[in-house]
């Protein structure tokens, strides 16, 4: 019988900083931006728990300038959630305008008070690296596939007391089988808006007349972008499918259309989406270096004097035997298309905090 070592009590909340720092020890982020840059956000992130979050990341602009990466973080319903609500309070009773907005309704979330709450599978807050120093998140609310997306969104919005006519003009314009996924609302913005983000876009609208048609009957200038049709033609074939964000304002469409692109499965199909990516000239040499480098691991036993005892493999899955590691990913890249302005391209860089067994790390790894 194999003798597991003794826990002691249970250490500290190391802080979702923690992670961030776990997420950068490998510097594999260091052709795309400065970490250097990233205080502001940091210093917003510092604060909130790490039991907060399993599932993080940095979104970071490929214009060639390695500049300041905004801070992004997943909480789940469940645990993860009350985590989150319980600092949210607390950031509340600080007199903090953008959270006292935010912290009841995450608290009605993970109580499950309000008839939407089951509909919303996982909160993301967003922190924008720009903005002054502890800079208020954007919140973000990723609506469950199966729930009615429509009522959802118009439920929550009327919670947080913001009445915006465009989306309940956008939602009902959406073809069939396209659904909003994601809404939320830019509380770390100077001009604050909301963003709307829809799924289920059939391939065959990604050529030919239909997105613009359907961009046409929504008002929305994007549809004669110049841009448009080359990004279609170029990206579609070789990404794992098109997601379309909208901003909102009242009763406004704004002017940029937010084009998400995942990348696909397998190591050469994602070398083959990068390679369009910079052959349409949306990143540069090096920062394609940085998006093939930033794909690997971060190993507890790599790292020990930087990893918390509160996120090791012990203290995750006790008696597995298993280690703790962040895995790294390119989640996706957006293209904002906006008339009389260059093309924006951003990357969106995750991390997953998980456990692994060796045997089962060295299987995967082997077949890399």
Known sequence: MRCLPTLNADPPDPGCGALVVLALADNTQALLFDRALATAALQAVVALPAAATRFFGFECRLDGQAGAPDILLCSRAGAEGEALAAAAARRAEGGDPAWRQVAPILRDWVDGAAPWARSIHNVWLEFDSAAAPAPPPSCFFGVTKSADGSASVLEVLAALGIAAPAVARLLAALPEGVRPFQFGAMLGRAASALRLCVRGLPRAMLSGPALPNLLRQLGHPAADHPGLPGVLAGLAPVSAQLDLGFDLAGA?????????????????????????????????????????????????????????????????????????????????????????????????????????????????????
């Open 252 to 368: 406004e469409i704004g002017p940029r259309l937010h084009l998400e692109w995942p990348p696909p499965d397998g190591p050469a199909q994602v070398e083959a989406y990068l390679d369009t990516l910079a052959a349409l000239g949306h990143c540069t040499v090096r920062e394609k270096g940085g998006l093939r480098a930033w794909h690997g691991l971060a190993h507890e036993r790599r790292h020990p004097a930087l990893w918390p005892e509160a996120l090791t493999g012990a203290r995750l899955a006790p008696g597995s035997g298993a280690s703790a590691v962040l895995l790294r990913r390119l989640h996706h890249v957006k293209l904002v298309l906006e008339p009389g302005r260059p093309t924006l391209a951003k990357a969106y860089l995750s991390a997953h905090l998980a456990t692994v067994e060796d045997a089962a790390l060295q299987a995967g790894l082997a077949r890399l």
